[in-house]
């Protein structure tokens, strides 16, 4: 299974952009990077996914580096409500390879 | 409201109660799963069903048994459980076999085994 290393945790001001880093140099070329969160005492949620062009939605931007062995989360002013854990998921096409396992993620604490 | 509705929201059983956890979804996916997250652990998948039949048990005890009546629906039924059984219980969906695709979680049942 292709793997990924995250920080434990992370400190943010609010208001401020955060970087999350993520480690995956074990990728196979028809891996998918997804990122999810999980807020306390909620189930994750979805954020964002890309494969290798860097991609933007409402919630956040994922950046790719070129050679895709890592990535980084890019949540561009943070809010007392982006308090939560962030998940980087390598989703792998077809069978098993393809369920969304989860490591420990990052603890993203954002002071007011 | 995600989209994946799981009942009840806490559920506090006897160790030799019989009970029965519920997840529906009506996103259109044909694929839903059981996650297990036990206190300061990740989640862990426990099983996974496409196009309603069961495609993964992962080394999950027998006194969990799930069912997947339709697409829509999955139960999770409970029996004989222990103490280190308490733990919050996640439901997702999704679209099967695609990678690029993402899950729906429900907001989960918080079991309390006694």
């Known amino acids: 299974d292709a793997k990924t290393t995250q920080p434990n945790s992370m400190e943010s001001n609010e208001e401020e952009p955060v970087h999350l880093p993520c480690n995956h140099s074990?990728?196979?070329?028809?891996?998918?990077i997804h990122w999810y969160r999980q807020l306390p005492s909620q189930g994750p949620e979805y954020v964002i996914h890309?494969?290798?062009s860097n991609v933007n939605n409402r919630m956040a931007s994922l950046a790719i580096a070129e050679d895709r062995k890592s990535s980084t989360l890019i949540l561009h002013r943070a809010t007392l409500r982006d308090a939560a854990v962030y998940y980087c998921?390598?989703?792998?096409?077809?069978?098993?390879?393809?369920?969304?396992?989860f490591g420990k993620g990052t603890k993203l604490s954002v002071k007011p | 409201e995600t989209g994946v509705t799981q009942t009840p929201r806490h559920l506090v059983m006897g160790m030799t109660n019989k009970k029965s956890l519920k997840c529906e979804q009506h996103?259109?996916?044909?694929?839903m799963y059981w996650y297990k997250q036990s206190a300061k652990k990740p989640l862990e998948l426990m099983f996974v069903?496409?196009?309603?039949?069961?495609?993964e048990n992962n080394s999950v005890p027998s006194r969990f048994s799930p069912e997947c009546p339709n697409s829509s629906h999955l139960f999770l039924h409970l029996h004989t459980l222990q103490p280190e059984d308490s733990a919050l219980y996640l439901c997702?969906?999704?679209?099967?076999?695609?990678?690029?695709?993402?899950?729906?979680f429900g907001s989960g049942t918080r079991l309390t085994v006694v």
């Open positions: 997702a969906s999704s679209q099967a076999g695609q990678n690029n695709y993402g899950y729906t």
């Open positions: 074990t990728i196979s070329g028809t891996d998918y």
């Open positions: 890309g494969l290798t």
């Open positions: 998921i390598l989703r792998t096409y077809g069978g098993s390879q393809g369920n969304l396992i």
């Open positions: 996103l259109g996916h044909n694929a």
């Open positions: 069903y496409s196009l309603e039949e069961r495609v």
